[in-house]
Nanobody
Framework: QVQLVESGGGLVQAGGSLRLSCAASGRTFSSYNMGWFRQAPGKEREFVAAIWWSGYSTYYADSVKGRFTISRDNAKNMVYLQMNSLKSEDTAVYYC????????????????????WGQGTQVTVSS
């Protein structure tokens, strides 16, 4: 199992930017697709973005497409989420997650596909 630790959350004004980081340790990080999810108060956890194990392919929720960018550095065991043009509706706890299946052919948007989760980092966007 991989251990994940997120950082980089905080308070930002609408229109601003934040960069979230996720440090991974444990099983071979570069073999697994990685995802970012978020959960707002009173709502279910939702998919934000995912990246293929090689970094070759990415996928985004429609709500963040064009504003957020997911990337990874397999040499450093790191995943990032660059968030630009933030909106109040982006306010949530953001979680990094690792797929439980190595070398999955396609990235998944479903929480059930991810077997390891970080503790989350709070992002608050003030309007």
């Amino acid at each position: 199992q991989v251990q994940l630790v997120e950082s980089g959350g905080g308070l930002v004004q609408a229109g601003g930017s934040l960069r979230l980081s996720c440090a991974a340790s444990g099983r071979t990080f570069s073999s697994y697709n990685m995802g970012w999810f978020r959960q707002a108060p009173g709502k279910e956890r939702e998919f934000v973005a995912a990246i293929w194990w090689s970094g070759y392919s990415t996928y985004y929720a429609d709500s963040v497409k064009g504003r957020f960018t997911i990337s990874r550095d397999n040499a450093k065991n790191m995943v990032y989420l660059q968030m630009n043009s933030l909106k109040s509706e982006d306010t949530a706890v953001y979680y990094c997650a690792a797929d439980h299946q190595a070398f999955r052919v396609v990235v998944s948007t479903q929480t059930a596909a991810y077997g390891s989760w970080g503790q989350g980092t709070q992002v608050t966007v003030s309007s």
